[in-house]
């Protein structure tokens, strides 16, 4: 499918504003891409496509995570928002064609990050926390770790969302942490 399709698809089923942030998620994953040596145009679609499930009910997320098949942890079910990324991965197959899976894999992966990262997913990982419409406190810290390199700017961005769920009491999502874990060491130098 091509993208003005997807655009309207997406028009139909999102408000403005998450399609502008989806825009822009689109061309940020393609411009990090481009400078950490990755498919932009790949980069491009997964962040065009990122958020397809993020206006979903937590009943519609739950009801089609058990549709497809879509394992709801013990985190999910007290957090079913987290789920529209790997709800949103099976949309990509189902309602967009995409048959890409690295692409699939960093729509599923850009809430919680995974301890095994590819540099796609990770590039879309950090697009959605630094695209230009980002204006919260410390959003330029985090632009700023993205230049040095996609490790930089992925441990600084799993930082700055872990202690934002930590200060309002929320509970994190075990594959963040462990992404957390992995990535911090490979960052200092130090391997797990």
Same mark, same amino acid.
């Given at each position: 499918?091509?993208?003005?399709?997807?655009?309207?698809?997406?028009?139909?089923?999102?408000? =403005?504003? +998450?399609?502008?942030?989806? *825009?822009?998620?689109?061309?940020? !994953? /393609?411009?990090?891409?481009?400078?950490? %040596?990755? #498919?932009?145009?790949?980069?491009?679609?997964?962040?065009?496509?990122?958020?397809?499930?993020?206006?979903?009910?937590?009943?519609?997320?739950?009801?089609?995570?058990?549709?497809?098949?879509?394992?709801?942890?013990?985190? =999910?079910? +007290?957090?079913p928002?987290? *789920?529209?990324?790997?709800?949103? !991965? /099976?949309?990509?197959?189902?309602?967009? %064609?995409? #048959?890409?899976?690295?692409?699939?894999?960093?729509?599923a992966?850009?809430?919680?990050?995974?301890?095994?990262?590819?540099?796609?997913?990770?590039?879309?990982?950090?697009?959605?926390?630094?695209?230009?419409?980002?204006?919260?406190?410390?959003?330029?810290?985090?632009?700023?770790?993205?230049?040095?390199?996609?490790?930089?700017g992925?441990?600084?961005?799993?930082?700055?969302?872990?202690?934002?769920?930590?200060?309002?009491?929320?509970?994190?999502?075990?594959?963040?942490?462990?992404?957390w874990?992995?990535?911090?060491?490979k960052?200092?130098?130090?391997?797990f």
């Amino acid at each position: 499918m091509d993208r003005e399709k997807i655009i309207n698809i997406l028009r139909s089923t999102m408000p =403005e504003k +998450r399609l502008n942030h989806s *825009l822009q998620v689109s061309e940020t !994953a /393609a411009h990090l891409a481009m400078n950490y %040596g990755c #498919d932009p145009g790949r980069a491009a679609l997964a962040g065009l496509l990122h958020d397809c499930a993020r206006d979903r009910s937590d009943e519609e997320l739950l009801s089609l995570a058990g549709e497809y098949g879509i394992n709801i942890s013990f985190v =999910e079910s +007290r957090c079913p928002l987290i *789920l529209h990324g790997p709800v949103g !991965a /099976a949309l990509c197959r189902d309602r967009f %064609g995409v #048959d890409d899976k690295e692409v699939i894999r960093a729509v599923a992966l850009h809430t919680t990050g995974s301890p095994e990262m590819s540099l796609l997913e990770k590039v879309v990982y950090i697009a959605d926390k630094i695209e230009p419409g980002r204006r919260y406190d410390g959003v330029a810290v985090l632009r700023e770790a993205a230049r040095r390199g996609p490790d930089e700017g992925l441990v600084a961005c799993l930082a700055h969302f872990m202690y934002y769920l930590i200060n309002k009491g929320e509970i994190i999502h075990p594959d963040m942490v462990s992404a957390w874990n992995i990535m911090a060491l490979k960052v200092a130098g130090r391997n797990f």
